[in-house]
């Protein structure tokens, strides 16, 4: 069975400073990644996802993440925060053939302080 | 085009009694999944339903159960409510095209079941 794993529940960061959330996965097969990201008493947006066409993945709102097979990982970054960012990511995995299926990880929760 | 949409919002209810959350998907999609989120467990797959049909299912015990409508609208019951099933009960819809495809999941706003 496919799995992420989140590291470090909660990060904090100065607003300006670099956003880096981690996210490993386990697959014995390619696997599909996601980030997505859910402020309070919402459901939870696409950030970007990885489908084996690049390795470096844009997303929305200035984020982007690095597929490394090597590694294992698909880490969230973003060069600058901003007060906006206070959110709670997750880092989600699918099985091919399964696209509606995802695992998710156990979310990171993204403070941002002045 | 207006996104996914979850109703209620919230609910109460008490030990026992059984709820309907609805889902209506996004124009165009076929496939609707289920999420339940809580604390504890996190985000869990409940079941998903394409052309009305359940296409995927997650571990849950039966009294989770779904059904989705010709115009691809999805109602999630839960009988015999435990105090556990208090949780944030998200849907998603997508195209749901061939397998293999890598699409896009859309999440509503979800539904917050209180179970007291």
């Known amino acids: 069975a496919q799995s992420v794993t989140q590291l470090g529940s909660h990060v904090s960061v100065s607003e300006g400073a670099l956003v880096l959330l981690r996210c490993n996965y386990s697959?014995?097969?390619?696997?599909?990644l996601f980030w997505y990201v859910q402020y309070p008493n919402q459901g939870l947006q696409l950030l970007l996802k990885?489908?084996?066409?690049?390795?470096l993945v844009k997303g929305i709102n200035g984020f982007e993440a690095e597929f490394k097979k090597s590694e294992t990982s698909f880490h969230l970054t973003k060069p600058s925060a901003h007060m906006s960012d206070a959110a709670e990511y997750f880092c989600a995995v699918s099985e091919a053939g399964t696209a509606s299926k995802l695992t998710f990880g156990t979310g990171t929760r993204l403070q941002v302080t002045l | 085009k207006a996104g996914v949409t979850q109703t209620p919002r919230y609910l109460i209810k008490t030990r026992g009694q059984q709820v309907t959350l609805s889902c209506s998907p996004i124009s165009g999609h076929r496939s609707v999944s289920w999420y339940q989120q809580t604390p504890g467990q996190g985000l869990q797959f409940l079941f998903e339903?394409?052309?009305?049909?359940?296409?995927n299912k997650g571990n849950f015990p039966g009294r989770f159960s779904g059904r989705q409508f010709s115009n691809s609208r999805s109602e999630m019951n839960v009988s015999t409510l435990e105090l556990g099933d208090s949780a944030l009960y998200l849907c998603?819809?997508?195209?749901?095209?061939?397998?293999?495809?890598?699409?896009?999941?859309?999440f509503g706003p979800g539904t917050r079941l209180l179970v007291l």
């Open positions: 697959s014995s097969v390619p696997p599909y």
């Open positions: 339903y394409f052309s009305e049909t359940q296409r």
């Open positions: 990885y489908t084996s066409a690049a390795t």
């Open positions: 998603a819809s997508s195209l749901g095209g061939l397998a293999g495809l890598q699409e896009t999941q859309y």
